[in-house]
């Protein structure tokens, strides 16, 4: 099985094949219904250098707007070094934990992160299967 690295080209391309196979099948999550929340996401210090993406949430669909293509302006932003996304995507560290540390910033109308609770109760977006199929 290939591995894609943590937020390089491939690693995006696998998110988006995981999204597409979970509305296929009709399973879109545990989210809540509510208002689109833009989350965009700055890491830096990864391997292909900084990278900047974007988490769309809408109703009960989620996706990555991967680096390069067209962002919607955000409500929220998040920041932090890869070291800490690192461990939030392999689920060894909560965005939660990562705030509190002082390891990770967020930034906007942070009142939209409380909306359906889905932030701060530590969802996991990133799917097992992506999760499986990553080097971090």
Do not use: C, H
């Not at 700055?42 to 996706?63: I, L």
């Not at 060894?92 to 932030?119: C, H, K, P, Q």
């Amino acid at each position: 099985m290939e591995m894609a690295q943590f937020l390089s080209l491939e690693w995006f391309e696998e998110v988006d094949r995981a999204a597409a196979n979970s509305e296929r099948a009709g399973s879109a999550g545990e989210l809540g219904a509510g208002p689109a929340l833009v989350v965009e996401i700055s890491v830096t210090g990864a391997p292909q250098g900084d990278v900047r993406y974007q988490v769309v949430v809408e109703g009960e669909r989620a996706w990555v707007v991967p680096p390069g293509a067209e962002f919607k302006p955000p409500q929220v932003e998040l920041r932090s070094d890869y070291a800490t996304m690192t461990g939030i995507a392999a689920g060894r560290l909560s965005v939660i934990e990562a705030l509190s540390l002082g390891r990770a910033r967020v930034s906007g109308y942070t009142a939209a992160l409380a909306g359906d609770g889905w932030f701060l109760t530590g969802l996991d977006l990133l799917p097992a299967v992506v999760r499986a199929r990553t080097t971090f």
